[in-house]
């Protein structure tokens, strides 16, 4: 499942390679902003996809149950038995209520069984169910966040360098290994920009207007690296 290496990747990165400091939104802060986006840059579109691949799905009991049995079958208990035991396994699980939603999901149900199945030398008591979807719970909130803040300080340094160095700030979108990440970020600049008269709006407007004349010209946009 997705949702599952996206959780397990942003759990181990989080651990490898923590998310940069914030900077303000100040013409002081560029050469910071450079440094850090040039380090983390790369991971962008990792973090991006990773936060909309983590959406939360509700999990009913009509989805639980087979998810369930599959782990009990893996388990060898008979056949006969499944059905039994069900019941309570499913019982165990949190579920949300008006004021605060339950946290697991397909993956984490799955992540915990799994878990349950590498670890138990006997059939689990729904307990154990529930103490190992906690782990997994907590493992995909610390991915989400992982991502949703890595994201958000990437955005944050290429604000900066956009609006207050702006013969800096499409550097490394030159290399075609950025296109991709170049079109993400301008379009979530966008959403993000409430004023488009404002000096940032102004300068994302700038910047897209180089861009689209860089592409029907086919010529290399100019940077720090390539102006006499």
Known sequence: MRQINAINVGWEMD???????????????????????????PYFLLADQGKQILTY???????????????????????????DLLG???????VPNPYRPAEVTSATLVMACLKLIASSKFVPKPVELLEACRETIVM?????NYFDDLAERILEYDAVLLEFCPIEWPRPYVQ?????????????????????????????????GVLRQACRSQKPIATANNVS
Not at 15 to 34: L, S, Y
Not at 59 to 78: E, G, S, Y
């Open 140 to 144: 995909r909130r610390v991915a989400w």
């Open 57 to 83: 799905d509700e999990v009913t009991p009509d989805i639980a149950a087979p998810i369930v049995a599959a782990m009990l079958r893996a388990l060898h208990v008979k056949a006969d038995d499944v059905g």
């Open 88 to 94: 309570g396994f499913v019982a165990s699980l949190p």
């Open 176 to 208: 075609q290994e950025y296109q991709t990440t170049l079109t993400r970020i301008l379009e979530l600049h966008e959403i993000s920009t409430d004023d488009p008269e404002s000096s940032f709006g102004r300068a994302l407007s700038r910047a897209e």
């Open 15 to 41: 651990r490898r390679f923590p998310v940069p400091p914030k900077v303000k939104h100040d013409p002081e802060q560029v050469p910071q902003a450079i440094q850090h986006r040039e380090n983390a840059l």
